[in-house]
């Protein structure tokens, strides 16, 4: 057999961010059995450049159009096809170039040219979670209609995702998502008021892009993972529970009947549920550095504190309430990170801000995909005019 139909060709969604160049780290590390095919950046025009002329994909894709000549130049003397813009995100999900797509486009921005990759039967490695917050239903619906894999990148639902591989019959009691906490764990409001981005950009075990790591000081981060593991997972708001642990090593545990409890553990490094993801089913060798017991010799748990971080109470509501509502929150919340990162807003106002815009935004039981796009359009410029950006 030809080896070439061996290597699986990936579609890189954000190739220049954090997921996105480690995904080339993995990619690099096995170039028998992956190829870039596909990478996309917004704005970050000179990475995008120097990773395609490192692996030659088919296709490069600048969301910024005013970049598209530097692109195209600097690519000029090679047979890579330069594209820009938006609209160029979703027509490039539908060719026929690549097998998987991994979606690491950080926000409610991934979710159109995800659809478009599913709707053209593309497995799909989803770093993207905001995709699932604020459509769900429908990218699921769609995900079985096309009988596209959905294979989760994020590291609680990776685990969670690698706990259930032989369980496909047995009914999940619960599972457990931890939490690391964040720089701010055991802080009160007090001293979250005057915490500033510098403060939150520190995060203690990942080393992630901007806005997760905000909404992981906030336990933004684990009210979106809350809704993600809903859809992902098919389970009732009831069935997830949140644990903080500190030292980030249990990536997440799944209860069953039985009340045995399974976890998948190891060192925090995105590589790991990366890597997976694009081998799936088959686990591939790695040289990551290996979690040591003896090194590590405590783990702790301790419970969320919902009353100081009250981002991640609103997410829970919104998880329980569903229809449009963890649509809204999604989009007050990018307006809110993005305001306090340019320094227009405090920590604790993130929240204000999100309460009001669910508050005020039509509350849509069932909404079609149309109605997301309204929604995430309303709570926006909803928010936007609170922070007056
Ligand atoms: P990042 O900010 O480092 O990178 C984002 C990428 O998306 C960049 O390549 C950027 O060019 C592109 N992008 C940004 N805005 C865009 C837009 N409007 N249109 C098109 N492309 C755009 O983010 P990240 O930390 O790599 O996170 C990516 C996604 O993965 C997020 O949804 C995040 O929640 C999720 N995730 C990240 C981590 C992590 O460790 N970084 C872990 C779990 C889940
Ligand atoms: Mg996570």
Known sequence: ????????????????GSIGTQTLDVIKAHPDKFSAEVLTAQNNAELLIEQALQFN????????????????????????????????LEEVACMDCYDLMLAAIVGYAGLRPTLKAIEHGKAIGLANKETLVVAGDI????????RVP??????????????????????????ILTASGGPFLGRKPNYLVNVKREHALQHPNWSMGAKITIDSATLMNKGLEMIEAKWLFNLEPDQI??????????????????????????????????????????????????????????????????????????AMEALEKGGNLPCIMNAANEIAVFAFLRNRLGFLEMTDVIEKVMNRVPFIEKPTLQEYFESDGEARTMAADIVQL
């Open 1 to 16: 057999m030809n080896e070439t139909l061996h290597i699986k060709r990936i579609a890189i969604y954000g190739s220049t």
């Open 57 to 88: 994909p088919n296709i490069v894709v600048i969301g910024d159009e005013k970049k598209y000549n530097e692109v195209k130049q600097a690519l000029a003397a090679t047979d890579v096809k330069v594209f820009a813009g938006e609209k160029a």
């Open 139 to 146: 990218v699921m619906q769609k995900a079985v209609e096309y």
């Open 150 to 175: 959905i294979i989760p990148v994020d590291s609680e639902h990776s685990a969670i995702f690698q706990c259930l591989v032989g369980e496909t019959r047995n009914r999940i009691e619960k599972i």
């Open 241 to 314: 529970q949140v644990l903080v642990h500190p030292q980030s090593i249990i990536h997440s545990m799944v209860q069953f009947e039985d009340g045995s409890i399974k976890a998948q553990m190891g060192l925090p490094d995105m590589k790991l549920p990366i890597q997976y993801a694009l081998s799936f089913p088959q686990r591939i060798p790695s040289d990551f550095p290996r979690f040591d017991f003896k090194k590590i010799n405590t783990l702790t748990f301790e419970e969320a504190d919902l009353k100081t971080f009250r981002n991640l109470a609103l």
